[in-house]
């Protein structure tokens, strides 16, 4: 839409134009003020080349211990091809240590007290060492929900549940990652 377009919008909006025209110019002052700061506060793409490395060779140099069970043994497969992209490991710099808490709730019980559907629970903490001291330089928590419903055959229910632990496990990863990029872009 114009410019002109847009004023003649505005204009004709009745009672509602001048509110409409004070937002329209408030949300333009406030993103002239959030463009206008990125260059003053010395803002670098996260993905961006810098002098000591990109970010994937930082990623490449995180180790990942192993995280008991079969839930811990998939975000740890998970987190070491996010990291890696299915490339070869750098000499470690950094050694990530997970440990994850794990619930089922019951949700919708019907009058006979079985449950109809129940929310699997994933909580993650996570804490970043450096490689060459061996002192945390970073923690964080990260955590997965995921519902499924419970069925008659005991195969499905079995089924269910794993599925829901699988898409726990994926969102956890990919959060951990994140956060890690986050704290590895800042070094």
């Known amino acids: 839409m114009s410019l002109l377009k847009a004023r003649e919008v505005i204009a004709s909006t009745g009672r ?55 839930l811990g043994q998939r975000i740890r497969n998970e987190l070491v091809f996010q990291t890696t992209g299915g490339g070869p490991k750098a000499a470690p710099k950094y050694r990530l240590d997970v440990t994850l808490t794990e619930r089922v709730v019951s949700t919708l019980v019907n009058a006979e007290g079985d449950s109809a559907s129940q929310i699997y629970s994933l909580d993650a903490k996570y804490t970043v060492i450096d490689a060459s001291t061996a002192k945390p330089v970073f923690e964080g928590n990260s955590f997965g929900r995921a519902g499924f419903e419970r069925y008659t055959s005991i195969f499905s229910n079995v089924r269910a549940r794993q599925d829901a632990e699988n898409r726990v496990a994926t969102t956890v990863a990919r959060d951990i990652r994140s956060q890690l990029e986050a704290f590895l872009s800042r070094t």
């Not at 949300?27 to 810098?50: E, K, N, R, V």
């Open 16 to 70: 509602y134009g001048r509110s409409l025209r004070v937002a329209v110019i408030a949300a333009g002052l406030g993103i002239s003020s959030i463009l206008a700061g990125c260059g003053s506060s010395g803002f670098q793409p996260m993905y961006a080349s810098t002098s000591n490395g990109s970010l994937s060779q930082k990623l490449a140099a995180v180790k990942i211990t192993t995280i008991p069970g079969r």
